[in-house]
């Protein structure tokens, strides 16, 4: 997860410095459209990760098989289904995204190649829940290593080599997507796996492929969340700060992308082990990850948002050399970044929930951060506050504060509930 954070970086960067800021902020556009698709793919892959985990936890190898057949049924339909429909409308979704009319010709050249290639991006983000599901983290991490290197390589290629511009940098993505995709292929058909499917598992199965979605709904709802209000967002500061605002805020996506994606492969790591142990009855291990996944998101987080907030302008101009963008960006990046660590309880909570099973749960505190309190507030303080764009600003911190203080509350009735159920089938 730190080389996908890594090559996100990458590309934004080479797009800046080889296209030009507005690049930037045609990133910043095709963001919320980027996350819907890795919403739905998560979605398929954490909740069939989620089965396969508590399948094979108890001795349900051939369930384990036709939870993976079905959630490969259900990434290339639904991928399919986004492509075309992104494809038909492609204008008036950016638009409605928030593009302005100088940023909308670079953010089209971009999201059109992405959703050419769409199938093999959403089946790479699928599958990889489902290799670590089944205890091979190391394949897991090869797959995304293959996309995430392969991407930094053809990025220079095709922007500057083959003089594509922007298309150039989101050719270079699904190209190396593809080969990863390739990779997974061919792990799945290999000898390393116990979860080798046959046609007949890829048959839709009703009951399979309501549990999939519904443990998975809260990666959906986490994901899209982040979609819509970055959407929203987007049409505010399209409203109060026009391009620059827009520029600053694709620079900062990047910047909290690269924090939040290792914080990503922790909770991913955590998932499987968690459902696996649940499963399994072993309660202390389940405690064990709990506590660890904690503190290791925590020391991570508070780690990288130093960085950036000790050195704001060198990391901004790492993207551009724009004085006005770096210059306003150093106060907006520090106000966005220094809550970043108390996510670390958020993040957690929303996982141990889905690896559990408990969908609902996991849901409101998937929703929790980006929609029950980060979509009002940027309603209610630009405008009833008249803060305009700071009060877009800091309503990051304020989301992320308070939802993880309702979290913990929640997550420590969670913790007492297992322990109980440990102590009962303990007598």
Known sequence: MVANALYNLVDTIFVGRGVGSLAIGALAIAFPLQMLNVAIAQTIGIGAGSAVSRSLGAGKVNRAKCVVGNSFFCVIVLSLMVSAIGLTFTDQILIFFGATQTILPYARDYVVVLLWGLTFFSFAISSNNLIRAEGNARVAMISMLIGALLNIILDPLFIFGLKLGIQGAALATITAQFCSFLYILYYIYGKETSLKIELRHMNPDLSIIREIITVG???????????????????????????????????????????????????????????????????????????????????????????????????????????????????????????????????????????????????????????????????????????????????????????????????????????????????
Do not use: H
């Open 217 to 427: 709904l809260p990666s959906f709802a986490r994901l899209a969340s982040g979609s819509i209000s970055t959407l929203l967002v987007n049409q505010s500061l399209r409203f109060y700060g026009g391009d620059l605002a827009i520029i600053i805020l694709g620079v900062i996506i990047k910047i909290t992308r690269f924090l939040f994606m290792p914080m990503f492969g922790v909770v991913q790591g955590m998932q499987p082990i968690a459902g696996y142990n649940y499963g399994a009855r072993q309660y202390e291990r389940v405690f064990e990850v709990l506590n660890l996944t904690i503190k290791i998101l925590f020391f991570i987080s508070t780690f990288l948002c130093l960085i950036m907030i000790l050195w704001p302008a060198k990391v901004i101009n790492v993207f551009t050399n724009d004085l006005q963008v770096i210059q306003t960006g150093i106060p907006v990046m520090r106000i966005i970044l220094f809550s970043i660590p108390v996510l670390s309880i958020q993040m957690t909570g929303a996982t141990l929930f889905q690896a559990l099973g408990k969908a609902m749960p996991a849901m409101v505190f998937s929703l929790l951060r980006r929609v029950l309190l980060f979509i009002p507030l940027i309603i209610i303080l630009p405008r009833f506050f008249q803060l305009g764009l700071l009060g877009i600003w800091i309503s990051y911190p304020i989301a992320d504060i308070f939802s993880a203080i309702i979290t913990w509350f929640f997550l420590r009735n969670q913790v007492q509930k297992i322990r109980q159920e440990a102590e009962l089938y303990a007598v």
